[in-house]
C-alpha cells in the first residue's frame, strides 16, 4: 500500500534501535526524508547506512530545549521541513515502592518520558502551523491506562504524555496537524532483553523460561504468548503518520497483544 508520504520529512528520536530504528526504515522504504537523533551518535551513523533514500543524523539531549530546538532547524536546514515527528526516546526510569523511589526518580522520568515531548511540539509545530500539513506521535505504553505498582515513575510520565498529546490534538488539528499516540506492550527490544534477562539471573532459569513465565504471571492478556515486535509497532506508526490515517487525531493505538485488559483505553 503507497502510503501517499514520499517526500516528507521524517524526525525520529531514540532512534538507534528498537522501534524508533524500525520506523525509520518504513518510513525510508515510503520515500521520506529521514532525521534521525540519538546520543549514541556513532552507532546511529552505523545503523543509518542501511537505510534507503536520504538520511541525516544528529546526536540531541531531549532534556534540554535548546538541543531539541537545534535539532529541528537543523532538519529543517537539511531538507527544507518538518512533516513528521515520531517520539520514541525514553527510560523505564527507577522501579520499587511509589513512597520510597526519590524525587530525582521521578523527576527523571518526567523530564526524559514527558516533558521531551513538550520540547519537540515547541520545536516543529509552528512551522507545520505555518506548511497546513503535519503529524505528531508520541510513544507511551500499556502502563498509562494499566500501571503496574512497581513502576510508578514511568506510569506517571506516561500517562501524563497521553494527556497532552490529547490535548494537543483538540486544537492542532485545525492548523492540519494531527497528534496521537501508540501504546506498545512487551515488545521485544533491548530495554525488554534486559529485564528478562535480570528476571531469569534472580529465577535460575533461560531468558525464554523468564519470558515464558513472565507472559504467564504478568501479562496474562497477552494470549499470543510472545513479545510483540518492533516492526509490528512501527507498522502502526506509518500508517497514522501517512495520508492514509489522515481520520485518525487524539488516538491512542494499543499495539500490545491484548495485554491491557479493558475495553476503555
Same mark, same amino acid.
Given at each position: $500500500? &503507497? ?6 520529512? *521524517? ?12 520506523? *525509520? ?33 544528529? *546526536? ?5 530545549? #535548546?538541543?531539541? &530546538?537545534?535539532?529541528?532547524? *537543523? ?26 523511589? #526519590? &524525587?530525582?526518580?521521578?523527576?527523571? +522520568? ?17 512551522? $507545520? ?9 508520541? /510513544? ?32 492542532? +488539528? ?20 534486559? $529485564? $528478562? ?8 532459569? #533461560? ?30 506508526? +506509518? ?8 481520520? /485518525?487525531?487524539? #488516538? ?14
Amino acid at each position: $500500500m &503507497d502510503l501517499r508520504i514520499r517526500d516528507k520529512v *521524517a524526525l525520529i528520536t531514540g532512534a538507534t534501535d528498537g522501534i524508533g530504528f524500525a520506523t *525509520a526504515r518504513i518510513l525510508a522504504e515510503e520515500g521520506c526524508k529521514i532525521v534521525l537523533s540519538d546520543l549514541r551518535i556513532e552507532e546511529l551513523e552505523k545503523q543509518a547506512k542501511g537505510l534507503a533514500g536520504e538520511v541525516v543524523c544528529i *546526536a540531541a539531549d531531549v532534556t534540554k530545549q #535548546s538541543d531539541v &530546538d537545534a535539532l529541528a532547524r *537543523a532538519g529543517r536546514e537539511r531538507f527544507g521541513a518538518i512533516d513528521i515527528v515520531v517520539h520514541t526516546a525514553g527510560v523505564t526510569g527507577a522501579k520499587g515502592d511509589p513512597l520510597e523511589v #526519590s &524525587d530525582e526518580d521521578y523527576r527523571e +522520568a518526567w523530564e526524559i518520558d514527558f516533558y521531551s515531548a513538550v520540547r519537540l511540539a515547541r520545536a516543529t509545530f509552528p512551522a $507545520m502551523r505555518e506548511k497546513g500539513w503535519g503529524r505528531f506521535v508520541c /510513544i507511551t505504553s500499556e502502563n498509562a491506562v494499566q500501571p503496574y505498582w512497581e513502576e510508578a515513575t514511568y506510569n506517571t510520565a506516561k500517562a501524563a504524555l497521553s494527556a497532552f498529546v490529547k490535548n494537543l490534538s483538540y486544537k492542532e +488539528a485545525e492548523h492540519g496537524i494531527l497528534c496521537n499516540t501508540v501504546a506498545p506492550a512487551f515488545i521485544e527490544t533491548d530495554m525488554t532483553d534486559g $529485564m $528478562m534477562e535480570q528476571r531469569a539471573k534472580k529465577m535460575g532459569v #533461560s531468558v525464554a523460561e523468564a519470558v515464558e513465565s513472565f507472559l504467564d504471571e504478568e501479562r496474562p492478556g497477552i494470549a499470543l504468548k510472545r513479545r510483540g515486535q518492533a516492526d509490528e509497532v512501527a507498522s502502526a506508526i +506509518a500508517l497514522i503518520v501517512s495520508e492514509r490515517g489522515s481520520f /485518525i487525531n487524539g #488516538s491512542n493505538m494499543r499495539v500490545d497483544g491484548g495485554s491491557v485488559q479493558a475495553v476503555q483505553n
